[in-house]
């Protein structure tokens, strides 16, 4: 069996990065040859493939017009991908090509080689691009948004989705255009890791092409605590989204009672700090510092205002024993099981989070109860090594079907 891995990014720069490597190297240790496929970066891992991966593009970053107006057609299908694509195919011949983040740097055109060439193709969706555009899933106002519904892709462009009418423009020409192309139609299996995820995107896929896997996580790496150090503990991105300002609003009525430690950076840092002094900020922490940040936690609380779905960091707090509180949205109250490994609340409900927080809060051994449930859970159904046999089964599956 040979699989070639698509993905724009080739270093850890996410979460859907993260799922990528981990199944890279199962397959590698399992003797299942890889074939990758990616773009150019400086902060790329090694790859012997690197010499088929597409010129380095940011669409992000650059303010002049006419560079925007160049790489908009790029930003929808990518010539330079298509043929280096074509190139590799037909050079390794892999049985199946796991598709994971693609959108405009490698553009969902490449389908359409991989297709031509017979090669099955599975998509793991790593979000809502597939029914809305801009795929978070919020309208301006960072409000949860499913309008589109997988087919009114001009949406985003009337409502200013992405704060900006160009680029809103250049999603909706984007939807459409594969659309048109059937470029998804092409795709042989999409992976789901949440069952929320599978129901809203079957708006626009046949169920029965949608496969749920769960994201997995190493738990040899985390070594579990049903102690802690007494603080509740967020860690993860400081942006609207996210729920971050919820916590902090409902933190504030019980700072005096419990310490709030906040982890990580982003557009909302400066503000939240000036606003919220009652809460530490660390900024940015990885590896052994961040898992022992949360490992000493009382509980860890995801207050996500948006459509999450597997989030490594439910993952991680689970894998080290900590209970969750978190927002009852999306794929959420999937992981977080009430009143068993921990508590959920109504997005957005300040009262209720606090609520939530002090209970907890003041019932020690049922933080231990949970945690230990938490742990359990992720043995259970989250382990790396039981996600990554699923993926072969779905695999070989597929060649047999």
Known sequence: MEILIANKFFYLKGGSERVLFQE??????????????????????????????????????????LIKLKNAFKFIHSPEAVRKIKFLIQKEKPDIAHLHNIYHQLTPSIIHPLKEQGVKVILTLHDGKLICPTYLMLDRKIKLCLECQGKYFYKP????????????????????WHKFFKSYDKVDLFIAPSRFLAEVVSQRIPREKIVVLRNGIDLNEYRPTYEDGGYALYFGRLSREKGVETLLEAHQEVAKEIPLKIVGTGPMEAELKAKYPEAEFLGYRTGEELKSLVARASFVVV??????????????AMALGKPIIASRIGGLPELVEEGKTGLLFEMGNVEELKEKMLFLWKNKDLRREMGRAARQKAEREFSLEKHCEELLRIYRRLLES
């Open 157 to 176: 462009f009337l409502k200013n989705c992405a704060g900006s009418r160009f680029k809103g423009l250049l999603l909706m020409v984007e939807a459409y």
């Open 303 to 316: 207050p996500s205002e948006c459509y999450e779905n597997c989030p490594m960091t439910v993952l991680e």
């Open 24 to 65: 890279r190297e199962f397959l590698l240790n399992n003797k299942i040859k890889v074939i990758d496929f990616s773009m150019k970066d400086s902060r790329n891992f090694s790859s012997e493939y690197s010499s088929y991966f597409v010129s380095y593009i940011d669409y992000y970053t650059t303010n002049r017009f």
